[in-house]
T-cell receptor, first 115, second 116 residues
Framework: GAGVSQSPRYKVAKRGQDVALRCDPI?????LFWYQQALGQGPEFLTY????????KSGLPSDRFFAERPEGSVSTLKIQRTQKEDSAVYLC?????????????FGPGTRLTVL | AQKVTQAQTEISVVEKEDVTLDCVYE???????LFWYKQPPSGELVFLIR??????QNEISGRYSWNFQKSTSSFNFTITASQVVDSAVYFC?????????????FGTGTQLKVEL
């Protein structure tokens, strides 16, 4: 079975540009997460969806970051007016469960470089 | 607030040596879950193990073993007879049942290099 896929794998943006990062979760997984991983650091939580509902966006660093999952499957993370500090790997994860014990399965990430 | 500390930034060993990766966590919850993930150079985090706070029994899976001690808030990971393919960054993570159940809180990772 297919795992979590993300596209593009690499994205270079000029400062001020808008970017959109896509995540295809494992089929049937109700929970979807976005994390940001800076170089040499662990992933940090950005936002969480249960089906199409965004239940937690406490980790989004600013109002330039926006995520959606309109049909409860594919999700898009959008960053407006990118800044250099947005450079990081953006990881998507999905889980078939809903509680805190759930195992999250991660995609390969999108490496964003803002020049 | 939940926190995970992996004090070892980088460890280098020679193949066939045993190696232990340390993980210390902080939480106010009585119910929580601990995880280990492996991140090879390809970048994808690979799930290794999950333990809940009520199960302190150590676990062994092949060359991997985990030692969970609530008294010291530690969840250490040992690789026996390490191999070059074990080279990766290893992350310990925590999920709280009450305080932060929507997310995993990760440590900063330990880079393991296994050389011939």
């Amino acid at each position: 079975g297919a795992g979590v896929s993300q596209s593009p794998r690499y994205k270079v943006a000029k400062r001020g540009q808008d970017v959109a990062l896509r995540c295809d979760p494992i089929s049937g997984h109700v929970s979807l997460f976005w994390y940001q991983q800076a170089l040499g650091q662990g992933p940090e939580f950005l936002t969480y969806f249960q089906n199409e509902a965004q239940l937690d966006k406490s980790g989004l660093p600013s109002d330039r970051f926006f995520a959606e999952r309109p049909e409860g499957s594919v999700s898009t993370l959008k960053i407006q007016r990118t800044q250099k500090e947005d450079s990081a790997v953006y990881l998507c994860a999905s889980s078939q469960d809903r509680g805190p014990s759930r195992v999250q399965f991660f995609g390969p990430g999108t490496r964003l470089t803002v020049l | 607030a939940q926190k995970v500390t992996q004090a070892q930034t980088e460890i280098s060993v020679v193949e066939k040596e045993d190696v232990t990766l340390d993980c210390v966590y902080e939480t106010r919850d009585t119910t929580y879950y601990l995880f280990w993930y492996k991140q090879p150079p390809s970048g994808e985090l690979v799930f290794l193990i999950r333990r809940n706070s009520f199960d302190e029994q150590n676990e062994i899976s092949g060359r991997y073993s985990w030692n969970f001690q609530k008294s010291t808030s530690s969840f250490n990971f040992t690789i026996t007879a390490s191999q070059v393919v074990d080279s990766a960054v290893y992350f310990c993570a925590l999920s709280e049942a009450e305080g932060g159940g929507n997310k995993l809180t990760f440590g900063t990772g330990t880079q393991l290099k296994v050389e011939l």
